[in-house]
């Protein structure tokens, strides 16, 4: 299949670029320090906890917190990945060869997203190592682990997908990755600017259209098929974005 053939081909660009395995290390020995200090802090207040009659277990003490400071970190890590999706290509000029090819715009834009999904997977995979070393101590809520694994996945797809439309909008990967950080900011303290607006129904739109909010909730354990329908359509709308944009470039040769 044509789409995993170009998966394929975007993993093993990214891991023969030195910035792959930097900003592996990097993450892992940041999350890593993170997850350490949240779980030295965590025993030091046990004392504390076990007076308390509903004490919050060590997946929502330690384990979620990691997740929600991985999720802000790499906010800021996903525009360096994807920047030279296709903005690359269109500086190279091997663009014009991916249009030659016997293939469409929605297994390019399809191949691209989801070698960049793969790698980002991998990175919460190894980060959702650090909380299962855990599990030979003491009991995990797996069931909150899953939840919290499954919206960090969700919103690195979106992060994926809003990079990877910014890219085609410009030959400059740079431009492209301040754009998509600009625009990921802005979705992340929407949820700010709207408690701010005393019109409920825009607050309300506004809060609803905050990536962070339905983190939130898939961080507490809550499986709401909203939440999931939100990234969903998210990720399917910047991908259809990219596709009909890159089919312009394509009419323009």
Same mark, same amino acid.
């Given at each position: 299949?044509?789409?995993?053939?170009?998966?394929?081909?975007?993993?093993?660009?990214?891991?023969?670029?030195?910035?792959?395995?930097?900003?592996?290390?990097?993450?892992?020995?940041?999350?890593?320090?993170?997850?350490?200090?949240?779980?030295?802090?965590?025993?030091?207040?046990?004392?504390?906890?076990?007076?308390?009659?509903?004490?919050?277990?060590?997946?929502?003490?330690?384990?979620?917190?990691?997740?929600?400071?991985?999720?802000?970190?790499?906010?800021?890590?996903?525009?360096?990945?994807?920047?030279?999706?296709?903005?690359?290509?269109?500086?190279?000029?091997?663009?014009?060869?991916?249009?030659?090819?016997?293939?469409?715009?929605?297994?390019? !834009?399809?191949?691209?997203?989801?070698? $960049?999904?793969? #790698? /980002? @997977?991998?990175? *919460?995979?190894? +980060?959702?190592?650090?909380? %299962?070393?855990?599990?030979?101590?003491?009991?995990?809520?797996?069931?909150?682990?899953?939840?919290?694994?499954?919206?960090?996945?969700?919103?690195?797809?979106?992060?994926?997908?809003?990079?990877?439309?910014?890219?085609?909008?410009?030959?400059?990967?740079?431009?492209?990755?301040?754009?998509?950080?600009?625009?990921?900011?802005?979705?992340?303290?929407?949820?700010?600017?709207?408690?701010?607006?005393?019109?409920?129904?825009?607050?309300?739109?506004?809060?609803?259209?905050?990536?962070?909010?339905?983190?939130?909730?898939?961080?507490?354990?809550?499986?709401?098929?909203?939440? !999931?329908?939100?990234?969903?359509?998210? $990720?399917?709308? #910047? /991908? @259809?974005?990219? *596709?009909?944009? +890159?089919?312009?470039?394509? %009419?323009?040769?």
């Amino acid at each position: 299949m044509m789409i995993l053939t170009l998966a394929q081909r975007e993993i093993r660009s990214l891991f023969y670029s030195p910035l792959a395995w930097s900003i592996l290390a990097v993450m892992q020995f940041i999350l890593a320090y993170l997850f350490l200090a949240q779980l030295q802090e965590y025993i030091s207040l046990q004392p504390q906890l076990r007076m308390m009659a509903e004490a919050p277990g060590v997946t929502g003490a330690v384990i979620v917190p990691i997740f929600s400071s991985a999720s802000f970190i790499l906010m800021m890590v996903v525009p360096l990945l994807t920047m030279r999706l296709i903005s690359e290509e269109r500086r190279s000029k091997t663009l014009t060869l991916l249009f030659s090819a016997p293939i469409s715009m929605t297994e390019i !834009i399809l191949g691209k997203f989801f070698g $960049i999904l793969i #790698f /980002l @997977v991998i990175m *919460i995979g190894m +980060l959702t190592l650090m909380p %299962l070393s855990l599990s030979v101590g003491v009991t995990l809520d797996y069931g909150l682990l899953f939840t919290v694994v499954l919206g960090l996945i969700l919103m690195m797809g979106t992060f994926a997908a809003v990079g990877l439309y910014m890219s085609t909008l410009t030959i400059q990967p740079t431009v492209a990755a301040i754009s998509t950080f600009g625009i990921l900011l802005l979705l992340w303290i929407i949820d700010w600017a709207g408690s701010k607006v005393a019109d409920e129904n825009a607050s309300g739109a506004l809060a609803y259209l905050s990536i962070l909010r339905h983190f939130e909730s898939l961080s507490k354990g809550v499986f709401n098929s909203s939440d !999931i329908m939100y990234y969903l359509l998210f $990720i399917i709308t #910047f /991908l @259809v974005l990219s *596709i009909r944009r +890159l089919d312009v470039d394509r %009419l323009q040769h």
